[in-house]
């Protein structure tokens, strides 16, 4: 079984600052990946980013990009330079045995002026 | 081209009624998971179906089931409703059995409420 741990309910970033949204995972299969989705309030599920376990540098795309330590089992999310429309919930998600993904708890980004 | 669609968008049913949600995946697409977001939570698996086939199932009751048509689309259907199955309802769709490095694509989910 996988488990993924979002330990931050909310966050504040302002405007044009970085933010990292934390998260780790617990997993038995050596083959793994680890997803971020973005759910504004519309409810939609939108794919940010994508680590695998094998992947040997840490991923990026556009302003997002994976701070991750296997040896800490985390995959923490950075986004730079923060706008208002990046105010959402955040979630980690696994993909591990099987077809499904396994989300965490979320963190509900704010993006202050 | 259409994203995923699901309808309706939003519901409210009685306890102990039945309700079917719909689901419309991308054109070409054969898989389609269903997954339930409680409140303040995130998804949990429900279902997957791929070209028909249940293909995986979650720990939901017997109350849930699913299908899916020859043309791809989807129906989960729920029994018996009860208070703690009001949720928001995610479809997700993909040309893959498995997750692709891009994941699944997700409707916008239909919101159910159970009075």
């Known amino acids: 079984a996988q488990k993924i741990t979002q330990t931050q309910p909310g966050m504040f970033v302002q405007e044009k600052e970085a933010v990292t949204l934390d998260c780790t995972y617990d997993t038995s299969d050596p083959s793994y990946g680890l997803f971020w989705y973005k759910q504004p309030s519309s409810g939609e599920m939108i794919f940010l980013i994508y680590?695998?376990?094998?992947?040997?540098q840490n991923a990026t795309e556009g302003r997002y990009s994976l701070n991750f330590q296997k040896a800490r089992k985390s995959a923490n999310l950075v986004i730079s330079a923060s706008q208002l429309g990046d105010s959402a919930m955040y979630f980690c998600?696994?993909?591990?045995?099987?077809?499904?993904?396994?989300f965490g708890t979320g963190t509900q980004l704010k993006v202050e002026l | 081209d259409a994203g995923v669609t699901q309808s309706p968008t939003h519901l409210i049913k009685t306890r102990g009624q039945q309700v079917t949600l719909r689901c419309s995946p991308i054109?070409?697409?054969?898989?389609v998971s269903w997954y339930q977001q409680v409140l303040g939570q995130g998804p949990q698996f429900i279902f997957q179906y791929y070209e028909k086939e249940e293909r995986g199932r979650g720990n939901f009751p017997d109350r849930f089931s699913a299908r899916q048509f020859p043309n791809y689309s989807s129906e989960l259907n729920v029994n018996a409703l009860l208070l703690g199955d009001s949720a928001l309802y995610l479809c997700a769709s993909s040309s893959l059995l498995g997750i692709s490095n891009y994941g699944y694509t997700f409707g916008s989910g239909t919101r159910l409420t159970v009075v």
């Open positions: 998600a696994g993909r591990g045995g099987g077809n499904k993904l396994t």
């Open positions: 680590q695998g376990s094998y992947d040997q």
């Open positions: 054109s070409g697409h054969k898989s």
